[in-house]
């Protein structure tokens, strides 16, 4: 399957308060971008990987093309509206949707989520996380869902295939995984405090996830 990973880093990152663009801010010495673009890499699932910018990181765009990486300028309306504007500009096939907050992504976790959606008859997949692992990491995620009698949040990452792009309705899958990788989006200092907390665990561990 031909497939483009478009990595969102348009947003302004308010809650974090502080200055550096958050796609920027580092763990364990390195951007949060960056690890997600080694992961996405790690997958050896992609043909082709861009960054979606905006006029709120143009130091992401710069730190991008410095590692030879695609860039677009996104207008910076919102993290849907972005993507589709990304996906409808340069015309893209199908794309795997991801946030560049998500330090904690590996690989392996990205090829799981593609193989479910190829095995799918479904045009687009939203991946969630249940409501029981973000209480357990003391989170409180901004969007909850009820799917097949579980709450679930959604974490940020898709698949859609660009020609539904403009469609009002569209044929999509939901994958829920209790992924501590996945839960532990970063856009507070608390949330980056626990990233770090995490994260030599995660990247030390034969199979990457940790249980609860």
């Known amino acids: 399957m031909d497939l483009t990973a478009l990595i969102m880093a348009g947003g302004r990152g308010t809650r974090m308060k502080i200055e550096c663009e958050k796609p920027l801010i580092k763990i364990m010495g ?8 080694e992961a996405v890499k790690e997958s050896n699932t992609v043909s082709r990987i861009i960054i979606a910018v905006s006029k709120n990181t143009p130091k ?41 907050d998500l330090p904690l992504i590996n690989g ?11 095995g799918s008859n479904a045009s ?7 409501l029981t692992l973000c209480k357990k990491l003391d989170l409180t995620p901004e969007y909850i869902f009820k799917i097949n009698e579980e709450l679930v949040s959604p974490v940020g990452i898709n698949i859609i295939d660009g020609k539904v792009i403009d469609e009002p309705f569209v044929k999509q899958e939901v994958l ?14 608390k949330e980056l405090n626990l990233a770090e907390q995490f994260f030599h665990k995660l990247k030390s561990t034969k199979f990457y996830t940790i249980i609860l």
């Not at 390195?30 to 673009?37: A, E, G, H, S, T």
């Not at 687009?124 to 249940?130: D, E, H, K, Y």
Request: charged content about 20%.
């Open 124 to 130: 687009a997949l939203s991946v969630m996380v249940p």
């Open 108 to 118: 392996e976790i990205i090829k799981e989520i593609i193989s479910y959606y190829m």
């Open 60 to 100: 992401t765009a710069e730190e991008a093309l410095k590692l030879s990486i695609e860039v677009i300028e996104t207008p910076g309306k919102g993290y849907i509206s972005d993507y589709q504007y990304a996906i409808k500009k340069l015309k893209l096939k199908k794309v795997l949707i991801l946030p560049s």
């Open 176 to 189: 829920v995984l209790n992924k501590i990788e996945l839960a532990i989006n970063v856009n507070t200092i």
């Open 30 to 37: 390195k951007p949060m971008l960056q690890w997600v673009i």
